[in-house]
């Protein structure tokens, strides 16, 4: 298991402003907070075997069959289940296109596969892909991925952030159609409840039988599960008006830009990738920000193929953006 993850809160005391996850810290869910308090009592039960009745939600909701769907506990534990199946399935080794979530190869050596990077490994038959990838917040286009389908065996890749940009990407059902496409899916990012572990997979049939064979049985717990099917059945969203969050990521990224000693590289989505051109590390930085400006980032130096310099941060509100510039010129022009 890794710990090498955003979202570190519990190494300190005093966080008020909190970048270092992909998703908006401050989605309310004050209905679905109430919902669950009325549901409290499911905990005193065994929840499904298996989530049927929200893989059909999920399902209804893309037009696809119940049978294109495995809803797991969180992405993170779809990422190991895919890995573990694809060894029944005779795959030997995959192609990773770096640098991405580090939990791919993670998951790929504990089923022990070989993982190769995709950049040095372009005709590799077995594809894994973040899209939009996480750390980088490129967009691969929605072309380039049909392509990629009609060349390779499989294409494994994590859709997690699909609601945090405007660029069009592969549908459930294409995926689907298309037969050796699996897409992950995370109604944590969706709706920004890390806390509440609510992931799902999408595939032909063929593969979502393999798949249910590595699923731990009760593994969605039974709050999970209602979560999942209220969300999916009330008009929520974690963020009110995309448009203008993307916008106002955009924004931030102009703003870190100016900053000298920083290099920022373009965004598609909410996040994006920062590097540090002066003599402080990533490391240095986020210690400095977390206990002088109660501000947490993401070190981005543990994802493969960066180093100590590269650091992530997710767009959060335009008072809380502006702060955090300030914050991040300060210790650069200090160090």
Known sequence: MLNTH?????????????????????????????????????????????PYLLEQLIAGQNNISADNVLVTNGATDAIFIIAQALTRAAVKSVAIAQPTFSEYEEACRVAGLRTFDYAMHPNHPVLWMCNPNNPTAKVCP?????????????VIVDQSYSEYTDKPLMSPREAVSRGNVIQIYSLTKTYAI????????????????????????????????????WLLTHNVKAVDDIVAYLREAQRLNNMLAQIEGITVFPTETNFMLCRIDVPITAARLKQRLALEHHILIRDASTFTGLDSQYFRVAAQRSDENDALVSAVRRCVRSQ
């Open 194 to 229: 890390p806390g509440l572990r609510i992931g799902y997979i999408v595939a032909a049939a063929k593969h979502i039988r393999l798949l249910r064979r590595y699923l731990r049985t009760w593994s969605v717990n039974a709050l999970a599960i209602e979560a999942g099917k």
């Open 142 to 154: 929605l072309g380039v991925m049909r392509s990629l389908s009609e060349k390779k065996r499989l």
């Open 6 to 50: 955003g979202d570190d809160l519990y190494r300190y005391d005093d966080i008020r402003m909190n970048f270092s996850s992909n998703i908006y810290s401050h989605a309310g869910m004050t209905e679905l907070k109430d919902y669950l308090k009325s549901k409290i009592d499911v905990i005193s039960s065994y929840p499904e075997p298996e």
